[in-house]
C-alpha cells in the first residue's frame, strides 16, 4: 500500500467536502450522493471524519449522506464567542439543514449527537423522516462521562490530558476503547483525529464542549420528545463492546425510552462507523423504506 501522510489524508477529506457560512461561521460538511438525505451528527473528540465510510455507503445505495462539522471541531471555525452548549448547537445544525438546502431528512446522532440530536428532532418534528441512534444517551440528568473524559470538565487537568492526546497515545486509546479490531485501517488516518481536533486552537473549543453539558431536566425531557410519540420510525443500533457507554445502561435505556422491540447489537466499540459502516447504512436504508410505506 502506498505510503500516506497525515496531512494528506485530512486534504483528501477535506477535498470531499464542502464549506458554507452559518450563522456567520464558516463551516465544513461532507456531502455525498443524492436522493433523500441522510443527515449525520458526529460527537467527540471526532468530526465528519468518524462517517465518512458510511457516508459514501449511504451514496451508493441512492442517499444523499450529509455530516456537518460541529463548531470547534474538525474542519469548522472555532468562534471564541460562541456558546458551546447543546441546545445552540441544535440550532446550529437546524441552521445548517437550511443552508444545504435539506427540508426533510433521516437523522442518525451518535455520541453528544445524541443529545444534540434529539433536540433537533422534537424542535423539528415535522423535517424528520426517521431517527437512527447509535451509542448515545437520552437521561442527560443522571449521566456519567466515560472515565477517559472526566478529566477535561477540570481546568488545568483537562488541558494537560488534551496536551497528552498525541498520535501514539491517541493510536492506543483508538485501538482499546474506539474499535474492536483496527487492523484494516491505516495509522495515519487514526492520527487524522488528533490533527482535526486540535487545529487551529489546540482544542481549546473541545474542552468548552465538554464543560458545557446540559444536564438540566428540562433539556432531558426535550430529548425525550424526539422519541416518544413521534409519527417517524426509530431505531436503535450499538456498538455492543463499547465499554464507555455500555449496552447495559444506556442501550437499555435508549430501547426503554423510546419503547423499541429491540437495539441492533453489532461487535464493534465506541467508534462503530468505523468498523460496521456497511450494516450502520444498510439498517439507515431498510428504516426509510419503512418509513415511504407507513406514509
Same mark, same amino acid.
Given at each position: 500500500?502506498?505510503? !500516506? ?26 456531502? *455525498?450522493?443524492? $436522493? ?34 460541529? +463548531? ?9 464567542? =460562541? ?5 445552540? =448547537? ?10 444545504? $438546502?435539506?427540508?426533510? *431528512? ?39 462521562? +466515560? ?10 487537568? $483537562? ?19 474506539? !474499535? ?10 487514526? *492520527? ?10 489546540? $482544542?481549546?473549543? =473541545? ?22 410519540? !413521534?409519527? *417517524?420510525? !426509530? ?61
Amino acid at each position: 500500500m502506498e505510503q !500516506v501522510t497525515v496531512e494528506e489524508i485530512i486534504e483528501k477529506h477535506k477535498s470531499a467536502g464542502k464549506f458554507l457560512m452559518v450563522n456567520n461561521i464558516r463551516t465544513f460538511a461532507l456531502d *455525498y450522493g443524492s $436522493g433523500e438525505a441522510v443527515f449525520c451528527i458526529h460527537g467527540v473528540p471526532t468530526s465528519s471524519f468518524l462517517y465518512r465510510k458510511v457516508l459514501q455507503e449511504l451514496a451508493a445505495k441512492s442517499f444523499r449522506g450529509i455530516c456537518v462539522d460541529l +463548531p470547534g471541531l474538525g474542519l469548522t471555525e472555532r468562534p471564541t464567542d =460562541f456558546d458551546y452548549s447543546f441546545p445552540n =448547537f441544535a440550532r446550529f445544525l437546524a441552521q445548517a439543514a437550511a443552508e444545504l $438546502g435539506i427540508e426533510k *431528512y433521516h437523522l442518525v446522532v451518535h455520541d453528544i449527537g445524541g443529545p444534540i440530536g434529539f433536540a433537533l428532532a422534537a424542535e423539528n418534528k415535522e423535517r424528520i423522516l426517521s431517527l437512527t441512534i447509535l451509542n448515545t444517551w437520552i437521561d442527560v440528568v443522571n449521566f456519567q462521562k +466515560p472515565l477517559p473524559m472526566r478529566p477535561f470538565e477540570k481546568p488545568v487537568l $483537562g488541558e494537560a490530558e488534551l496536551m497528552a492526546i498525541q498520535h501514539p497515545s491517541w493510536y492506543w486509546m483508538f485501538n482499546n476503547m474506539g !474499535v474492536v479490531d483496527a487492523e484494516g485501517i491505516i495509522k495515519e488516518e487514526i *492520527y487524522a483525529y488528533v490533527d482535526l481536533l486540535k487545529r487551529e486552537d489546540n $482544542g481549546a473549543a =473541545f474542552l468548552k464542549i465538554m464543560r458545557n453539558f446540559d444536564q438540566s431536566e428540562a433539556y432531558r425531557e426535550l430529548c425525550l420528545r424526539a422519541v416518544q410519540q !413521534v409519527l *417517524y420510525p !426509530v431505531q436503535a443500533i450499538w456498538g455492543a463492546e463499547d465499554d464507555g457507554l455500555k449496552y447495559e445502561r444506556y442501550g437499555l435505556e435508549i430501547k426503554e425510552a423510546a419503547s423499541l422491540p429491540e437495539v441492533f447489537q453489532f461487535k464493534a466499540k465506541h467508534l462503530l462507523q468505523e468498523e460496521q459502516w456497511k450494516e450502520i447504512a444498510e439498517k439507515i436504508v431498510l428504516l426509510a423504506r419503512k418509513q415511504r410505506v407507513s406514509d
